[in-house]
């Protein structure tokens, strides 16, 4: 190919005008989109001046609808990561809901069953392990995410369930243990 030789942009100019109307037709096909093929075609014209500087093409017709194919196999490949890691983040996003909301039912069937759990909760926070402590409180009062906690304390998200669910069951006991207590207290006098 002459362009190798010479490396004067008139040849690939001339490959353009003689083949961009198949690059484009090519695209629309697999692509289905006027404006991303109109683009891919810009880019299979970029990528063809690199590469044939460099490389001989034998056959270039076929060699360019190869090139036509895998650009555009690799724009719906990524297209296709893309909507996964969408629909990832939104069911990230609905599970994290569900999970504030049976965090929060079971938060409430708490306050029912002790109602004078606040005058206790501050104390009880201090009873239980540090480590727990914090994730409750960035969780429930600070309202972040497992993935937030664990980035911020840095630790998995696994990690994050577990001292939130521990934290919970023994801020309970904590919680029940002052209630008592107190009570008992109240009854002596």
């Given at each position: 190919?002459?362009?190798?030789k010479?490396?004067?942009?008139?040849?690939m100019?001339?490959?353009?005008?003689?083949?961009?109307?198949?690059?484009?037709?090519?695209?629309?096909?697999?692509?289905?989109?006027?404006?991303?093929?109109?683009?891919?075609?810009?880019?299979?014209?970029?990528?063809?001046?690199?590469?044939?500087?460099?490389?001989?093409?034998?056959?270039?017709?076929?060699?360019?609808?190869?090139?036509?194919?895998n650009?555009?196999?690799?724009?719906?490949?990524?297209?296709?990561?893309?909507?996964?890691?969408?629909?990832?983040?939104?069911?990230?996003?609905?599970?994290?809901?569900?999970?504030?909301?049976?965090?929060?039912?079971?938060?409430?069937t708490?306050?029912?069953?002790?109602?004078?759990?606040?005058?206790?909760?501050?104390?009880?926070?201090?009873?239980?392990?540090?480590?727990?402590?914090?994730?409750?409180?960035?969780?429930?009062?600070?309202?972040?995410?497992?993935?937030?906690?664990a980035a911020q304390l840095?630790?998995?998200?696994?990690?994050?369930?577990?001292?939130?669910?521990?934290?919970?069951?023994?801020l309970?006991?904590?919680?029940?243990?002052?209630?008592?207590?107190?009570?008992?207290?109240?009854?002596?006098?």
């Amino acid at each position: 190919m002459e362009y190798r030789k010479t490396k004067d942009q008139q040849w690939m100019d001339e490959l353009y005008n003689r083949y961009i109307h198949l690059i484009f037709t090519n695209c629309m096909s697999w692509l289905r989109d006027e404006q991303k093929s109109k683009a891919a075609s810009i880019e299979i014209y970029e990528k063809l001046c690199l590469t044939l500087k460099t490389m001989e093409v034998s056959n270039f017709e076929a060699w360019l609808f190869f090139i036509c194919k895998n650009h555009c196999l690799n724009i719906l490949r990524s297209e296709k990561r893309q909507q996964k890691k969408a629909n990832d983040f939104k069911k990230l996003q609905e599970d994290n809901y569900n999970v504030y909301q049976e965090e929060d039912r079971v938060w409430s069937t708490f306050q029912e069953e002790y109602p004078s759990y606040e005058t206790h909760l501050a104390k009880a926070m201090n009873l239980i392990k540090k480590e727990q402590s914090i994730c409750l409180e960035l969780f429930y009062f600070e309202k972040l995410t497992y993935k937030e906690i664990a980035a911020q304390l840095q630790i998995s998200t696994t990690e994050v369930k577990s001292r939130l669910q521990n934290g919970r069951r023994k801020l309970k006991l904590k919680i029940m243990e002052l209630q008592k207590a107190a009570s008992d207290e109240h009854d002596i006098h």
